[in-house]
């Protein structure tokens, strides 16, 4: 029901997304959206390329005086990098006269770990820029503004989406389940890697300036947390249904992502189920709970049983992979040559895991305004809105029925 598609090249004349999808009557704050691009530029450990951009999406359809119209909403992130790339990625068969920057040889050397190779075995380039400029993490601005759109539908009905690094290389916060909801909304926007504990954050600060002396780079993991869904989004009854999965799906299509976790992720498989599952208990007193009559003492589960929310917190973890290029290059082959050479150096970053954190947020918000809208569609976000409250008064009405009359 709500889909985004995205097009453009890394450094192309710009990224292109577009949303279906989205209700009208929605309010788009263009200050939010800007504030959540930004975020994915942010992080102590990003390359030269983020000081070029300062991206921005111009709306272009979809909006009229600040709302949706229920129409297809599409969004331009112009590169300001353009100017630098004209004499190598124009579109005409040869260079204009005007084009501006320098002309750049062809990438024979593939990067071990990038799409480099594998795509253009599968396209038959021979010069394999035009593999990486499309693959390149760059796309992910465009992604981040489709969930801008997402997020914001999701919190004009009362459900936010945060998120906080708690791994990046050898360091680690521990156990990500022990941070609160509450912790990591207060993290400043501008916090150099978006850890909760400054101790742990200046810690994975030195790890990125040795790993940039020593031409490496690195990964890390980290977890998007989301308040106030209500119980029932997605479903058990079919495979391609079940919202754990479409999520860890949308957290993994992520450049660089490995391995996504939910709950207690990987942890479940070491330990015996009562230190798993998550008993059911009668609320302490005084503590209703959001809807349900009944509490969780534990969320290891991170809010999803079965493929569909239980009413708790949605936890999910993504384990990001060290960037693939490096200052020190590993080795490789000159595909036009087929002699051994050092892999190809492209301008990058030593780590992005802060900003896969943001990316990841947009995707996770994506999903979930998808299976909201799934679960209670209409056309317009008030009778969405109403929707909602029906069925929080029929959960309501199970878990605390009206006396009966005398």
């Known amino acids: 029901m709500l889909r985004f598609l995205t097009a453009g090249e890394s450094h192309g004349q710009a990224l292109v997304s577009t949303v279906e999808g989205l209700p009208a009557g929605l309010a788009i704050d263009q200050d939010a959206l800007a504030r959540d691009l930004r975020r994915r530029q942010l992080g102590y450990g990003r390359g030269r390329r983020m000081q070029i951009e300062m991206d921005t999406a111009e709306i272009l359809s979809g909006v009229r005086k600040g709302h949706t119209l229920g129409s297809p909403v599409a969004m331009l992130i112009r590169n300001r990098d353009w100017k630098n790339w004209q004499q190598t990625m124009h579109v005409s068969p040869e260079a204009p006269a005007e084009a501006t920057g320098a002309r750049r040889a062809p990438v024979t050397r593939p990067r071990p770990g990038h799409a480099d190779l594998a795509g253009a075995l599968k396209y038959d380039r021979g010069d394999m820029r035009d593999i990486l400029e499309r693959a390149s993490a760059r796309e992910t601005a465009a992604r981040v503004a489709a969930g801008a759109l997402a997020r914001q539908f999701l919190a004009a009905l009362d459900i936010h989406v945060v998120s906080h690094v708690f791994t990046l290389g050898a360091v680690s916060l521990g156990d990500p389940l022990v941070v609160t909801y509450e912790q990591i909304a207060a993290i400043d926007d501008e916090a150099a890697l978006h850890c909760v504990d400054d101790t742990v954050q200046q810690q994975m600060i030195e790890a990125i300036d040795a790993a940039r002396a020593a031409g490496d780079t690195l990964g890390g993991a980290f977890e998007v947390v989301v308040r106030g869904l209500p119980p029932g989004l997605g479903s058990y009854v079919q495979w391609d249904r079940k919202l754990d999965g479409r999520l860890a799906q949308a957290v993994m299509s992520i450049p660089a992502i490995k391995a996504v976790g939910i709950g207690k992720g990987v942890g479940v498989a070491s330990v015996p189920g009562s230190q798993v599952h998550d008993e059911i208990v009668l609320p302490a007193a ?121």
């Open 286 to 406: 005084g503590d209703e709970g959001r809807i349900m009559g009944v509490s969780r003492p534990t969320n290891r589960a991170g809010g999803l049983e079965g493929g569909v929310t239980n009413g708790e917190d949605l936890r999910i973890t993504g384990y990001m992979k060290p960037i693939s290029t490096l200052m020190k290059p590993l080795r490789s082959v000159d595909l036009q040559t087929m002699q051994e050479s050092p892999a190809a150096i492209e301008r990058s970053d030593v780590c992005a895991v802060p900003a896969a954190a943001v990316v990841a947020e947009a995707m996770v918000a994506f999903v979930l305004a998808d299976a909201v809208l799934e679960r209670f569609g209409a056309d317009t976000l008030d009778d969405i809105k109403a929707a909602i409250s029906r069925a929080e008064a029929r959960v309501q009405q199970r878990f605390h029925p009206a006396p009966a009359e005398a």
